[in-house]
């Protein structure tokens, strides 16, 4: 399986404090994409880094991708309460578009 | 805005009695997806559409079949739910893939949360 790992499992910081998610993979890829998930709700796109960048930056949310390690990270700086959610890295196998899902990193920002 | 829409949101039905999910998008997307995920795991891919042509995951359950009468709507029959079926079901949509089958954004509902009695 190529399914994607998250580390932490979860992760509780304070309001304003960076937080750091890593996400292993076992296969090849094209794209890896992060996504985050409110309780209850779908998922959401946040920022897709493909095989040949090493760094991506969005807003508050920084990607880096290791290819040779076949990891990636997603730092979000100043974190909020509203961050709170969970965070899910996803890859595309290198051979076809469909995406697989790590298990996730729960967030939680204490105000 | 364009949205991906499911109804219901929640969803109950009795152990073995079929039941149906319903997706809508008005992104005009040509690919859309439906998705399992239960309590704390990730998404697991139950089939996708890619236009009209149907894409089953070779270990999705007979149980489950999708039909998409239009580019808009896809709907996801579960044809004898049992226990274990009870999970959150989303539907997600993406662009078809560019020229090197690269994976494009998904766009995710919100859900239906299916329990089953």
């Known amino acids: 399986s190529q399914q994607g790992e998250e580390d932490p499992q979860a992760l509780s910081i304070q309001e304003g404090e960076n937080a750091t998610m890593n996400c292993s993979y076992k296969t090849s890829i094209n794209n890896l994409q992060w996504y985050r998930q409110n309780s209850g709700r779908g998922l959401v796109h946040l920022i897709l880094i493909r095989s040949n960048e090493r760094e991506k930056h969005s807003g508050r949310l920084r990607v880096t991708l290791d290819t040779s390690k076949k990891s990636s990270s997603l730092l979000i700086t100043a974190s909020r309460a509203a961050d709170t959610a969970s965070y899910f890295c996803?890859?595309?196998?290198?051979?076809?578009?469909?995406?697989?899902f790590g298990k996730g990193t729960l967030l939680t920002v204490n105000p | 805005d364009a949205m991906v829409i499911q109804n219901p949101r929640y969803q109950v039905t009795q152990f073995g009695k079929p039941v149906t999910l319903s997706c809508s998008q008005t992104l005009n997307h040509n690919v859309m997806y439906w998705y399992q995920q239960k309590s704390s795991q990730a998404p697991k891919l139950l089939f996708h559409?890619?236009?009209?042509?149907?894409?089953n995951e070779a270990d999705t359950p007979d149980n489950f079949q999708s039909r998409r009468p239009n580019t808009s709507f896809c709907f996801l029959d579960i044809r004898s739910p049992g226990l274990g079926d009870a999970a959150m079901y989303l539907c997600?949509?993406?662009?078809?893939?560019?020229?090197?089958?690269?994976?494009?954004?998904?766009?995710f509902g919100d859900g239906t949360r299916l329990s089953i009695l």
């Open positions: 996803a890859t595309d196998g290198g051979s076809n578009y469909k995406l697989t």
């Open positions: 559409y890619y236009d009209k042509d149907f894409n």
């Open positions: 997600a949509t993406s662009r078809d893939f560019n020229a090197g089958l690269q994976s494009r954004p998904q766009h």
